[in-house]
């Protein structure tokens, strides 16, 4: 078992910056890679960035990419999404997860956190 915690969300203006992290418990965070997802009010859960075991891939959805950079510190069990130039469609839910390997697809991911609001004001 992993337990996810996230952190780190809150209200921003547009163009604005919020660094998400996700505390990692259980077996150990270095055996799986994480991905962030997220989801808004009325849609489904979106695929948002994703990292390897290592931290040496990284992977983005086309909407994020040149934004968001996801990262990863193995010795303190934490990942890391540094999300910049925030936009409104930007609000939902994020969900940080873990699976045995890189994926965009959620049904890859066994271990989920609570999530963490983020809003962007225009």
């Known amino acids: 078992q992993v337990q996810l915690v996230e952190s780190g969300g809150g209200l921003v203006q547009a163009g604005g910056s919020l660094r998400l992290s996700c505390a990692a418990s259980g077996r150990t965070f270095s055996a799986y890679a994480m991905g962030w997802f997220h989801q808004a009010p009325g849609k489904e859960r979106e695929f948002v960035a994703a990292v390897s075991r290592s931290g040496g891939g990284a992977y983005y959805a086309d909407s994020v990419k040149g934004r968001f950079t996801i990262s990863r510190d193995n010795a303190k069990n934490t990942g890391y999404l540094q999300m910049n130039s925030l936009k409104p469609e930007d609000t939902a839910v994020y969900y940080c997860?873990?699976?045995?390997?890189?994926?965009?697809?959620?049904?890859?991911?066994?271990?989920w956190g609570q999530g963490t609001q983020v809003t962007v004001s225009s």
């Open positions: 997860a873990a699976a045995l390997s890189v994926a965009q697809n959620e049904y890859e991911y066994r271990y």
